[in-house]
């Protein structure tokens, strides 16, 4: 991109297709094409010098279409708000969410009653690891049915990886955050670790899928922390006060990889 237009090179590469650009380069050109109708002007006129043929293709096709878009009925308001609500997260992050809420105030009533388990916190214990399902079916292959189409749109890169990630974060810490109040948790002590771990499923994700990397963190943490803590009803030092450092330095390394490898949300292999 040049200033705040594509290069007449963009363009015109864009417009004869093959290898003329990269795949970065093609997709920053339909995002930018959304919202620029002066690139969509030039993108016309390219067209129609460079491959006439499909000027007169789209010519052809828009001339059949025209007529039948004059009675076709606008789209319902409520398809509108659907259209929109799912750049924020699918249908099928539904459920997961409500899981990840229940099971939140089910540590919560475990935390206040202290069944079995001693000073630790369950709240605490779950945090890093409740946001990571979320983020896992807002971005899994296996459970969103438009898959293909979402990952071939232009917006469907880190820009949409980041907006459904926001909505899981804007249902799991209100909920974590009520927990931690409830308990007498520090702030940090949950809100370091649930980022660091959503910020580190994202960076290995953009290597192996989202899912997977979801999957494989979740799996580490059990093992390493959950059940280590559990059995001897101690709170392991990664959720002490001592780890809130190592917590930051995970967080800073997993945003710069996310932005480093920002290229690697826009293909399929992110939904494995």
Same mark, same amino acid.
């Given at each position: 991109?040049?200033?705040?237009?594509?290069?007449?090179?963009?363009?015109?590469?864009?417009?004869?297709?093959?290898?003329?650009?990269?795949?970065?380069?093609?997709?920053?050109?339909?995002?930018?094409?959304?919202?620029?109708?002066?690139? =969509?002007? =030039?993108?016309?006129?390219?067209?129609?010098?460079?491959?006439?043929?499909?000027?007169?293709?789209?010519?052809?096709?828009?001339?059949?279409?025209?007529?039948? #878009? %004059?009675?076709?009925?606008?789209?319902?308001?409520?398809?509108?708000?659907?259209? =929109?609500?799912?750049?924020?997260?699918?249908?099928?992050?539904?459920?997961?969410?409500?899981?990840?809420?229940?099971?939140?105030?089910?540590?919560?009533? #475990?935390?206040?009653?202290?069944?079995?388990?001693?000073?630790?916190?369950?709240?605490?214990?779950? %945090?890093?690891? #409740?946001?990571?399902?979320?983020?896992?079916?807002?971005?899994?292959?296996? #459970?969103?049915?438009?898959?293909?189409?979402?990952?071939?749109?232009?917006?469907?890169?880190?820009?949409?990886?980041?907006?459904?990630?926001?909505?899981?974060?804007?249902?799991?810490?209100?909920?974590?955050?009520?927990?931690?109040?409830?308990?007498?948790?520090?702030?940090?002590?949950?809100?370091?670790?649930?980022?660091?771990?959503?910020?580190?499923?994202?960076?290995?994700?953009?290597?192996?899928?989202?899912?997977?990397?979801?999957?494989?963190?979740? %799996?580490v943490w059990a093992a390493v922390v959950v059940v280590p803590t559990l059995a001897?009803?101690?709170? %392991?030092?990664?959720?002490?006060?001592?780890?809130?450092?190592?917590?930051?330095?995970?967080?800073?390394?997993?945003?710069?990889?996310?932005?480093?490898?920002?290229?690697?949300?826009?293909?399929?292999?992110?939904?494995?």
């Amino acid at each position: 991109m040049s200033g705040e237009h594509a290069s007449m090179r963009m363009i015109e590469g864009y417009a004869r297709g093959g290898p003329h650009l990269a795949a970065d380069e093609v997709w920053a050109v339909e995002a930018h094409l959304e919202a620029c109708p002066v690139c =969509r002007d =030039r993108l016309s006129d390219a067209v129609r010098t460079h491959v006439p043929a499909v000027a007169s293709l789209v010519d052809t096709v828009w001339s059949g279409l025209e007529p039948r #878009l %004059a009675t076709t009925a606008p789209m319902p308001r409520g398809r509108r708000r659907a259209a =929109r609500s799912a750049r924020w997260m699918t249908p099928t992050m539904v459920p997961w969410l409500a899981m990840v809420v229940c099971v939140t105030l089910l540590a919560l009533l #475990l935390d206040l009653v202290r069944v079995g388990i001693g000073q630790v916190s369950l709240v605490l214990l779950f %945090a890093p690891v #409740l946001p990571v399902l979320g983020v896992a079916a807002s971005w899994s292959r296996g #459970l969103d049915p438009a898959y293909e189409l979402t990952a071939s749109v232009p917006r469907a890169g880190l820009h949409l990886v980041l907006r459904r990630t926001a909505s899981v974060l804007g249902v799991v810490v209100p909920a974590l955050a009520v927990g931690g109040w409830v308990t007498g948790v520090m702030v940090a002590q949950w809100l370091l670790p649930c980022l660091a771990f959503t910020a580190a499923t994202l960076a290995l994700g953009g290597v192996v899928g989202v899912t997977r990397a979801a999957v494989v963190l979740a %799996a580490v943490w059990a093992a390493v922390v959950v059940v280590p803590t559990l059995a001897t009803s101690r709170t %392991a030092v990664t959720l002490r006060t001592a780890g809130l450092p190592a917590w930051g330095l995970i967080l800073a390394l997993g945003i710069g990889v996310v932005i480093a490898r920002r290229g690697a949300y826009s293909v399929l292999g992110a939904h494995r």
